[in-house]
Every structure is written in structure tokens, then in C-alpha cells.
């Protein structure tokens, strides 16, 4: 889920040299002072936004003083962080998904998600399982779709552990899809068709009562 954000395209490496730049440009290293702030106000930036100081806390990171940036470049960009300065991801319009060293350990934590969405995720393993003859063929899964409306049904604050959350059900599944295949025929390996019926007694009910590889303090 983490995501890496480049942002060289904004800036210019004018460093020492004498060329044209764009409209309004001005170096990093100016970004405080009082011409520059007057310029991204006329601009209609509210540099007291979220969505703002987010914005400058990754282009002093990933830049220098010596590089050069300008007022729409910062609007483009600020466009990508909801109003409280959270990145937006790109595929699904939705913040709270960044994973970044600062929210890495308190994403793996285990909570309540809604019981429909366990019923797809278990529905959806299911049919790839016997799609694919319990191969993981990342090209044909839908199961981001799965966790896209998982991540819609829950709080911004919640949304990555959430997805941490669902992947361990995810396993779960998994694991009993695997067992049972076995079960039905100790020969079947991964790739050769599924043992007919073999998943036929296994409910979503019954695989998280048997596998207790989730600690459930939600």
C-alpha cells in the first residue's frame, strides 16, 4: 500500500545557470519571504491550508533550496491532498491509504470490518481459487476491488488498518481453500484442478471459527 510520490517534475535545476524560467518561478530557498509569500496569496493559495503545509513538507524533502518551483505547480499538487492535509490516493479518490514510516506500526493492528465485507472477500477467494487452481494470478484478481469498497465503509483514521485487517482473513481463506483441496485429495497440488466439491462445505462462519490465526480484540 505505501506509495511513492515524485515530485521532480515540479521542479527546475536552474542552479548557476541563466535561462528563462516559468511565469512566477522562484527557488525554495525563497519560500518564506515576503514577495513570495504576497505572489502564492495572489495566486489563491491559503498557505495556512493543510492541504498547503502538506504540500511544503514534501517539496523541502524531496528538493533543495537551489531548486526552483512556481504558484500553479503547488496549486496541481495541493489538489492531491484532502483538507486535512492527507494525500488522496489517485486510484479510488480516498485519503488515510498513504502508508509512511510515521503510521507503518499502528496500521498492523487488528479491528472490527464489516461483516459484508468478509462475505465478499471469502465469495471472491473462493471463485479464484477454483478459477485458478489456488494459483494467486495477480493479472485476473479483483480483490482490490474488495478492499476499495472495504476502505469506503470505514473511517479515514481506520482505512489501513482495515486493509491490514482483511488481509489476515484474506490468508485465512486461503489457508482453508488450500486444506480442504488437500483433504479431498492428498496428491492435489497447487495449479492442478480443484477435487470436485471439495470447497462445497465451507462457509465463511465456519473457516473463521476453525482458524483461529486472528487474534479478534475488536
Known amino acids: 500500500m505505501a506509495r511513492i510520490i515524485?515530485?521532480?517534475f515540479l521542479f527546475q535545476g536552474l542552479a548557476g545557470r541563466s535561462r528563462t524560467n516559468l511565469i512566477g518561478s522562484f527557488r525554495l530557498s525563497q519560500l518564506n519571504s515576503r514577495s513570495v509569500q504576497t505572489q502564492l496569496k495572489a495566486a489563491g493559495i491559503d498557505t495556512s491550508s493543510n492541504q498547503y503545509k502538506a504540500v511544503m513538507k514534501e517539496m523541502m524533502k524531496h528538493g533543495n533550496g537551489a531548486m526552483f518551483t512556481n504558484p500553479q505547480a503547488i496549486k496541481n499538487l495541493m489538489k492531491n491532498y484532502d483538507k486535512d492535509g492527507d494525500y488522496i490516493c489517485p486510484t479510488n479518490g480516498l485519503?488515510?491509504?498513504l502508508?509512511?514510516?510515521e503510521n507503518a506500526?499502528?496500521?498492523?493492528?487488528?479491528i472490527s470490518i464489516p461483516e459484508s465485507s468478509k462475505d465478499e472477500m471469502f465469495?471472491?477467494?473462493k471463485?479464484?481459487?477454483l478459477r485458478e487452481n489456488g494459483i494467486h494470478n495477480g493479472d485476473t484478481t479483483k480483490r482490490s476491488d474488495v478492499?476499495?469498497?472495504l476502505y469506503r465503509k470505514m473511517p479515514k483514521k481506520d482505512r489501513l488498518a482495515a486493509g491490514y485487517t482483511m488481509e489476515q482473513y484474506e490468508r485465512q481463506y486461503n489457508r482453508a481453500f488450500y486444506d480442504a483441496a488437500k483433504k479431498a485429495?492428498?496428491?492435489?497440488?497447487i495449479g492442478r484442478p480443484i477435487p470436485p466439491g471439495a470447497l462445497d462445505g465451507l462457509t465463511r462462519e465456519s473457516v473463521e471459527s476453525a482458524y483461529k490465526s486472528i487474534n479478534m480484540k475488536a
Open 6 to 8: 515524485d515530485y521532480s
Open 95 to 97: 485519503a488515510g491509504l
Open 99 to 101: 502508508l509512511t514510516e
Open 105 to 110: 506500526s499502528s496500521r498492523k493492528r487488528i
Open 123 to 125: 465469495e471472491l477467494t
Open 127 to 129: 471463485r479464484e481459487f
Open 147 to 149: 478492499y476499495t469498497n
Open 185 to 189: 485429495d492428498p496428491n492435489w497440488e
